[in-house]
Nanobody, 123 residues
Framework: QLQLVESGGGLVQPGGSLRLSCTTSRFILDYDTIGWFRQAPGKEREGVSC????????YYADSVKGRFSISRANAKNTVYLHMHNLKPEDTAVYYC????????????????WGQGTQVTVSS
């Protein structure tokens, strides 16, 4: 049984926006950290963004800083990735992952993963 379920992917034109959602079957604050990874065809998986449950601190990959933002709705057990000014190089399968324990507020995806949602940026 998947603990994390993503939604919100799709096809968008360059410069457009999307919001990805990840809903957890656990209480979301059970995760020390929860965040987003992505993997493009032929490329390694990379961390995109992460949020800490301890202090709310966030992390963004350099490639998405200023364009993406992460937020969390605890009552809905949901974490969001707000993506703006999308570029073709953002095309990838986006995965949500949670760490039940993280001593440094980093997202490593040691525990639970979602099935992924495809984001395609193309004109």
């Amino acid at each position: 049984q998947l603990q994390l379920v993503e939604s919100g992917g799709g096809l968008v034109q360059p410069g457009g926006s999307l919001r990805l959602s990840c809903t957890t079957s656990r209480f979301i604050l059970d995760y020390d950290t929860i965040g987003w990874f992505r993997q493009a065809p032929g490329k390694e998986r990379e961390g995109v963004s992460c949020i800490s449950s301890k202090d709310g601190s966030t992390y963004y990959a350099d490639s998405v800083k200023g364009r993406f933002s992460i937020s969390r709705a605890n009552a809905k057990n949901t974490v969001y990735l707000h993506m703006h000014n999308l570029k073709p190089e953002d095309t990838a399968v986006y995965y949500c992952a949670g760490d039940l324990y993280s001593d440094d507020n980093a997202c490593r995806g040691r525990d639970d993963w979602g099935q992924g949602t495809q984001v395609t940026v193309s004109s």
